[in-house]
């Protein structure tokens, strides 16, 4: 049996029959070839899969989706409409990636981070992105990555 499952997807209403046991992860991925979420793990560990539900950022390999109907999801394709993200461009600026298999899910929890807390301090930096892993950089690039996105984003009035 499958089910309808509708939802607002980076701005646009999208409606796909799926089974209802389809991750939200594979629904964005699979059915929206919105590859830019990345599957990193199979334990909920990494992160890379985050994406903002209702402005929320969520492991989307932890929900069905299902569980995002009628919702709003932005992905990393959607933070970039107007051009590069604040984000984006101080990750590449101070070199918060190497592979960048990590990036989008980085990206993700830091804007939900910047959008309450425009100017965080270290700690609450690293305590927003601790469910989120990176196998290259040691931290520290995206730590600094993320003090600068708050920079440009009070300086560009980004949100
Ligand atoms: Fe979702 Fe790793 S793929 S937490
Ligand atoms: Fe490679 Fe983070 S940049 S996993």
Redesign the pocket.
């Known amino acids: 049996m499958k089910v309808k499952v509708s939802m607002v997807v980076n701005g646009e209403k999208v409606e796909r029959v799926v089974q209802p046991r389809m991750l939200l ?1 594979d629904f964005i991925r699979r059915e929206l070839r919105l590859t830019g979420t ?12 985050a994406v903002l539900l209702n402005g929320r950022a969520v ?4 929900i069905l989706a299902v569980q995002a109907e009628g919702k709003e999801i932005v992905t990393i394709e959607g933070l970039s409409k107007g051009g590069m993200h604040p984000i984006q461009k101080a990750f590449v600026e101070k070199q918060g990636l190497q592979c960048g298999y990590c990036t989008p899910g980085m990206i993700i929890s830091s804007y939900q981070l910047l959008s309450s807390n425009p100017n965080p301090s270290e700690e609450e930096i690293r305590k927003a992105l601790s469910g989120n892993l990176c196998r290259c950089t040691g931290y520290k690039t995206i730590i600094d990555s993320v003090k600068y996105a708050s920079k440009l984003m009070r300086t560009e009035k980004r949100k």
């Open positions: 992860v990345h599957v990193g793990c199979d334990t909920s560990s990494c992160g890379a899969c492991k989307s390999c932890t």
